[in-house]
């Protein structure tokens, strides 16, 4: 497994942008698909985005789809989400994941998971 921790959450009005940060602990980084996925109180945790392990091809959830953008560096060890025209309902905690062997876009498809970083987006 890999340890991650996110970065970047914060308060921001609507239509603002935040750039989310995951670094990555480990020398496998670049074999990882990496994920983003957002949760909400007593809600269950939501796929946002996705990305392989050498960055080319790009998955994202529709209510997100045209404004955040999923990106890596592999040589940072590090995957980000910048999130643009941002809007109230995007206001959740925030959660970095990974996996090795992933097929899928479900929380239960990713083995590693950092601590979260909330987001919250003021109208």
């Known amino acids: 497994q890999v340890h991650l921790v996110e970065s970047g959450g914060g308060s921001v009005q609507a239509g603002g942008s935040l750039r989310l940060s995951c670094a990555a602990s480990?020398?496998?980084?670049?074999?990882?698909?990496m994920g983003w996925f957002r949760q909400l109180p007593g809600k269950e945790r939501e796929f946002v985005a996705a990305?392989?392990?050498?960055?080319?091809?790009?998955y994202y959830a529709d209510s997100v789809n045209n404004r955040f953008t999923i990106s890596r560096d592999n040589a940072k060890n590090t995957v980000y989400l910048q999130m643009n025209s941002l809007k109230p309902e995007d206001t959740a905690v925030y959660y970095c994941?990974?996996?090795?062997?992933?097929?899928?876009?479900?929380?239960?498809?990713?083995?590693?998971w950092g601590q979260g970083t909330q987001v919250t987006v003021s109208a």
């Open positions: 994941a990974a996996d090795q062997l992933t097929t899928g876009w479900g929380p239960a498809d990713f083995g590693s």
């Open positions: 480990g020398r496998t980084f670049s074999s990882y698909v």
């Open positions: 990305i392989n392990s050498n960055g080319g091809r790009l």
